[in-house]
């Protein structure tokens, strides 16, 4: 029979506190490893692509649609990163999933976006977090299609006693890259 260590309540809340962490971000998230869009750039697919790395796990996804191209408002399509349909796709044993179609808005004045819902659920081993984030603020970088968001907290909605009640994201934890 084979002895395996038990998992300490501490350890347990903390894997938690970081799945929710990462799952926040990785339904929002773009770095800059995807290319930036500029004058130059051909027109617009209407693709949007996303990495986030939070307590060394990296989320990532490519070629997810959008309805529109960005400054036009738009929704992003679900189906189109999760998978089977899309790749998203998390280290660290973890797996995300977005739950709604995220619709954002463009001021090109201003140099925003604003997100009015982000739904996610994550899950690693038997814990399942999910949190709702409203009202996201996006600040454009520079004059590419990249948004760099501005702090916001997600709310849990369901999962885990081990869940944490919230989470929140710092500035410049998470972007998106319109393509």
Do not use: E
Not at 61 to 84: E, F, K, M, Q, Y
């Amino acid at each position: 029979m084979r002895h395996t260590t038990p998992i300490s309540r501490t350890t347990r809340l903390a894997r938690a506190a970081s799945i929710a962490t990462l799952v926040v971000a990785a339904g929002l998230a773009g770095t800059g490893s995807a290319l930036a869009q500029g004058p130059a750039a051909p027109a617009a697919d209407q693709k949007v692509d996303g990495v986030m790395v939070v307590a060394g796990n990296s989320c990532s996804w490519t070629n997810g649609s959008t309805s529109a191209a960005a400054p036009s408002a738009l929704t992003v399509d679900r189906t189109t990163i999760n998978t089977p349909g899309g790749n998203l796709a998390c280290g660290g044993g973890i797996a995300a999933s977005l739950n709604n179609n995220p619709a954002f808005t463009f001021d090109d004045a201003a140099g925003t976006a604003r997100t009015d819902l982000i739904d996610i659920t994550g899950r690693q081993s038997f814990i399942s977090c999910r949190y709702k984030a409203t009202n996201i603020v996006w600040d454009r970088d520079g004059t590419s299609r990249k948004y760099v968001n501005r702090a916001f907290t997600a709310t849990k909605a369901s999962g885990s006693f081990l869940c944490p009640g919230s989470v929140t994201t710092p500035a410049g934890d998470a972007s998106m890259l319109f393509r």
